[in-house]
């Protein structure tokens, strides 16, 4: 019995002096937080750039219709192909658009001319009163908002758990933009 425990003590003596594998073990302890710092940068990085995209396709949007005194609805139903294609390579589908007509009173206040979304409906009613920036409200003026909401997937994040809420980031851009021709812009059949 003495000699089987001085055997074991020769040994743990022996393995205690042993550093061949830690390199190996502290890699093992490392690599999954390294590995979780790269992909969520990866995440953060394509993230911030889609949401620059969707900046970009708000103003696009904007920009077209105030290009002319007098648009339809066909015309605005064109704007969601527009802001799709602003939006590659990334995925664009489910993104809700809405642009509005703002006419603003002598008083500063903004009211609803026209307005339409992606789905053809009416999301604002005619006159009702519209919030704007302070710096945008210049009384006998008009504008023409484009709103977009757009909800990124996240990509490498917990790909196969269905029901977690941090999956996706609920994006929405707005824009104002001033009419190019005339005093305002009309929508014949909004």
């Known amino acids: 019995m003495k000699g089987t425990l001085a055997a074991l003590n020769r040994t743990v003596r022996r393995l205690r002096g042993d550093r ?68 590659m390579p990334y995925r664009a589908d489910g993104m809700k658009v809405k642009i509005t007509g703002i006419a603003i009173d002598a008083s500063g206040i903004g009211k609803t001319t026209w307005s339409w979304q992606d789905d053809n409906t009416r999301p604002y009613s005619v006159g009702s009163t519209q919030t704007l920036p302070k710096d945008l409200a ?31 980031i609920n994006m929405k851009k707005t824009y104002h933009l001033r009419q190019r021709i005339g005093d305002s812009v009309a929508c014949s059949n909004c």
Request: aromatic share 6%; glycine share 4%; proline share 3%.
């Open 20 to 87: 061949s594998g830690v390199g190996a073990v502290e890699f093992a302890l490392i690599a999954p937080v390294l590995i979780v710092l790269y992909m969520g940068s990866l995440e953060i990085s394509v993230a911030m750039s889609v949401n620059k995209k969707l900046a970009r396709a708000a103003s696009t949007v904007a920009d077209l219709v105030t290009q002319d005194d007098n648009i339809d609805k066909a015309f605005l139903a064109s704007m969601v192909n527009v802001a799709q294609s602003v939006m």
């Open 138 to 168: 210049i009384p006998n003026t008009f504008l023409v908002r484009t709103e977009l909401m757009f909800d990124h997937k996240l990509l490498l994040i917990m790909p196969d758990i269905q029901d977690i809420d941090v999956r996706t």
